[in-house]
């Protein structure tokens, strides 16, 4: 069955500590993988997707394909981090979407 | 905020009744998802549209039906409602199936 697993549903750092936000997956083909966020009182928006190799707001995330994974990392935490964030996947064709429960990260001043 | 449009912001119903959820896209967004997200869990895929066919659909009874219109706009209809419909309802258009989608701010359906 294709499903996104968050296990983390709260997650809190420091201000300028590194931080990771687990993502694992489980899906019959070859995935996109994405992350969302939700910044308090705003949409839910993209922040990344693994095909683009990026990094957002200092943010970056590797697929894993042997660990079914796809973590977002981000070596210094600002308090603008905080948010929940999601983690998606889509089949190939972009028809179908899964998303994780969400973490909610808190940046601790 | 601008781009993505849904409306109404708010709505409660009772059981057994009907809804119908609106969504304006941006202009140019030839795919509508909807998603159907229930307090503290992550937005669960209802179904997509494209170029107003229905391209995909997730696990959904067929009490979940949509429509897509030329003009960008999209509908998402729920009969026979059930307490367990209460939700937030997100639409999120794209530029095309593999582009990055816009979500809005969701409409909040309460089933009394």
């Known amino acids: 069955a294709q499903r996104v697993t968050q296990p983390e549903k709260l997650l809190s750092v420091f201000k300028g500590a590194p931080v990771e936000l687990k993502c694992n997956y489980s899906?019959?083909?070859?995935?996109?993988l994405f992350w969302y966020v939700q910044y308090s009182r705003q949409r839910l928006q993209l922040l990344l997707r693994h095909i683009s190799r990026e990094s957002i707001k200092g943010f970056t995330a590797d697929l894993n394909k042997g660990e079914t994974s796809f973590h977002l990392k981000k070596p210094f935490a600002q308090e603008e981090d905080s948010a929940m964030y999601y983690c998606a996947l889509s089949g190939f064709s972009g028809n179908q979407f899964y998303f994780g429960t969400g973490t909610s990260l808190t940046v601790i001043p | 905020e601008t781009g993505v449009t849904q409306s109404p912001t708010h709505l409660i119903k009772t059981r057994g009744q009907q809804v119908t959820l609106r969504c304006s896209s941006q202009?140019?967004?030839?795919?509508v998802s909807w998603y159907q997200q229930a307090l503290g869990q992550g937005p669960q895929f209802i179904f997509q549209?494209?170029?107003?066919?229905?391209?995909g659909r997730g696990n959904f009874p067929p009490r979940f039906s949509g429509l897509q219109f030329p003009n960008y706009s999209s509908e998402l209809n729920v009969n026979a409602l059930e307490l367990d419909d209460s939700a937030l309802y997100l639409c999120a258009s794209s530029y095309d199936r593999d582009q990055p989608q816009h979500f809005g701010d969701g409409t909040r359906l309460s089933i009394l």
């Open positions: 549209y494209y170029r107003e066919e229905e391209n």
């Open positions: 202009s140019g967004h030839n795919t």
């Open positions: 899906y019959s083909g070859s995935p996109e």
